[in-house]
């Protein structure tokens, strides 16, 4: 797939972002790096996204990343990413660089505590798992039938999602509890300060990756992967589409910041 199949105006705002002092690239991982499975454990991205955030990640001035709702030892382990690309785990609490939240005796007592309800929430539940993180718990249910993910869901809203110092994160069939307040959005934007970044573009697939898409204003460029309502400004299909709108921006990039044969601006009437 080359970049012509991209919607016109999508392409138009990839080689305007291209042409910024300093890039910000991120994306969620599941169901944008990587396909969505049945297993999760099963998950690998695509080659040809990982080699293009590699490459993006190798020019000057440009920065990449993975925000995600895993643990970073298990985005780490799944993504095999080099250490080039920034690797953020559960929704902004995990850092590669460590904690960004310091998790004081409180707030490991509440973990504790929420892992013993939980636990007793769920036992018995066909198709139903817990994914304990360090700052957080998530209860996956895409595996389990309509009426049991339905019960669950409802127990975990009016149960522990209700206790004081847990903050809930709703995505598709799991809901996460976090004894730390963050999100993909507080992630973007650690990430973006740290880079000094002058303009970023995130894509992702989830409800969660929302709360990203929200901090994005300006030349930014926010990319909705899939159906659903998004505050994103662009849409593609999938993640064959996220592999062309990575290779894209490389191109774009790479040519602008070395002149290899860099289109002038006004070729982007032609892209129309």
Not at 167 to 182: F, H, I, N, Q, S
Not at 215 to 244: F, H, M, N
Request: charge should be negative; hydrophobic fraction near 45%; include cysteine.
């Amino acid at each position: 797939m080359t970049a012509e199949s991209l919607p016109a105006e999508l392409r138009r705002a990839i080689v305007h972002i291209a042409r910024t002092p300093r890039l910000l690239v991120a994306c969620d991982y599941d169901g944008t790096l990587a396909p969505i499975v049945e297993n999760p454990d099963n998950a690998r991205p695509r080659p040809e996204s990982v080699g293009a955030l590699r490459s993006l990640a190798a020019l000057h001035e440009t920065t990449t990343a993975v925000i995600s709702g895993r643990a970073l030892r298990d985005l780490a382990t799944l993504s095999r990413l080099p250490a080039e690309v920034h690797l953020v785990g559960s929704h902004g609490s995990e850092f590669d660089i460590g904690f960004v939240h310091e998790i004081d005796p409180k707030a490991k007592a509440l973990h504790r505590r929420l892992e013993e309800e939980l636990n007793r929430l769920v036992d018995g539940v066909p198709g139903v798992s817990l994914e304990v993180k360090p700052a957080s718990i998530a209860v996956h249910v895409r595996k389990a039938s309509q009426e049991d993910a339905a019960r669950v869901l409802d127990a975990v809203h009016q149960g522990p999602a209700t206790w004081e110092g847990i903050t809930v994160t709703d995505g598709k069939a799991v809901v996460e509890l976090a004894v730390v307040a963050t999100d993909k959005g507080h992630a973007l934007d650690v990430v973006r300060h740290q880079a000094g970044a002058t303009a970023a573009m995130f894509l992702g697939d989830d409800v969660t990756d929302e709360k990203a898409f929200a901090r994005l204003s300006g030349p930014d460029v926010g990319i909705k992967v899939g159906e659903g309502e998004t505050l994103a400004q662009y849409r593609i299909r999938d993640t064959e589409d996220v592999a062309t709108v990575l290779a894209f921006v490389l191109e774009e990039r790479r040519n602008w910041l070395y002149g290899e044969q860099a289109p002038p601006i006004e070729r982007l009437t032609m892209l129309a």
